[in-house]
């Protein structure tokens, strides 16, 4: 029998968000098996996610006080979890403005490139200290 060449999962979505949701899973466990310190609860992950859907503004904010339940301090401290992460970093000019690290940011431009939202998230192993 031959080996595939690939190997791969398929993982399901509902809407843009969702696909958004797992896409980060993905990437913040992947980044926690070599750093146990970079691991995420699920309400971190769904800041990301709205983050990368909506872009990180007041508005989103209360989008998300609402849609979740949550107050403006629980909002406040964990995205100071996620900028001490690195998940988020501070924007240059304003403190109080944040932006999805190098790496989601890529992320989102990769799932957001074309229309078509089938996408492949490739793992690649090597051999060696990461």
Known sequence: MKRPEVYGLTVTYEDK???????????????????????????????LSYYMLEGYSGETKEFMMKSMGIKTKNINTVNRNLTMKGYLVPDMYNMNIKHLNKELQLLKEYIDKGEDLSKFFLIKFNRGVN
């Open 17 to 47: 968000l969702d696909l958004y949701l797992k896409a980060v899973k993905t990437y913040v466990h992947i980044k926690s098996l070599f750093n146990e310190e970079l691991s995420l609860s699920n309400r971190p992950l769904e800041f």
